[in-house]
């Protein structure tokens, strides 16, 4: 049994093999249409001889859609500065690309100090759905602020060369 995509192309399929004693270009006269859970296979000959084959098929798609965040899925952004979204893109296998599909939840106050989250859903037209959430940390840039990143901190420090002080 084959399993389709709702919407597949069935110009896609070409796991057969026909053969004509006289016709030698068959293989290019094959017609394929879906009806009721069947998949058929059409020729003609030259001659006007038709072969048919039937094939059992299951039309499904439950297999929800692939969603990538661009860039980390933690991001961190100084306090007044704008934030410009990283982007994201969305596949599916029956659909192919949802980007235009995607809904994004979420605000972010780039004047107000905290943690922000947008979240990020994508429906296929079967309705599998995937989401990703992304974490927005508006942070003050002033002097003595630590940031943390993935837990580690960075200290960085300043000498004015060997001597004896030093």
Same mark, same amino acid.
């Given at each position: =049994?084959l399993?389709?995509?709702p919407?597949?192309?069935?110009? =896609?399929?070409?796991?057969?093999?026909?053969?004509?004693?006289?016709?030698?270009?068959?293989?290019n006269?094959?017609? =394929?249409?879906?009806?009721?859970?069947?998949?058929?296979y059409?020729?003609?000959?030259e001659?006007?001889?038709?072969a048919?084959?039937?094939?059992?098929i299951e039309?499904?798609?439950?297999?929800?859609?692939?969603?990538?965040?661009?860039?980390?899925?933690?991001?961190?952004?100084?306090?007044?500065?704008?934030?410009?979204?990283?982007g994201f *893109?969305?596949?599916? *296998?029956?659909?192919?690309?949802?980007?235009? =599909?995607?809904?994004?939840?979420?605000?972010?106050?780039?004047?107000?100090?905290?943690?922000?989250?947008?979240?990020?859903?994508?429906?296929?037209?079967s +309705?599998?759905?995937?989401?990703?959430?992304?974490?927005?940390?508006v942070?003050?840039?002033?002097?003595?602020?630590?940031?943390?990143?993935? +837990?580690k901190?960075?200290y960085?420090?300043?000498?004015?060369?060997?001597?004896?002080?030093?």
């Open positions: =049994k399993t389709l995509c919407n597949y192309n069935l110009d =896609k399929i070409n796991d057969y093999t026909i053969t004509d004693n006289y016709d030698t270009n068959i293989q006269k094959v017609t =394929k249409y879906i009806k009721e859970n069947k998949l058929y059409s020729a003609i000959d001659a006007g001889n038709e048919l084959v039937e094939r059992d039309i499904i798609d439950n297999k929800a859609p692939e969603l990538v965040l661009n860039g980390n899925d933690n991001l961190y952004l100084y306090k007044g500065t704008a934030f410009k979204e990283p *893109t969305a596949y599916d *296998t029956c659909d192919g690309k949802l980007n235009e =599909k995607v809904k994004v939840e979420g605000s972010i106050d780039v004047n107000t100090v905290g943690d922000y989250n947008l979240t990020y859903t994508v429906v296929d037209n +309705g599998n759905k995937q989401t990703k959430k992304r974490l927005v940390h942070y003050d840039n002033s002097i003595g602020t630590n940031i943390e990143k993935n +837990g901190i960075v960085l420090t300043f000498d004015d060369g060997p001597n004896a002080y030093t």
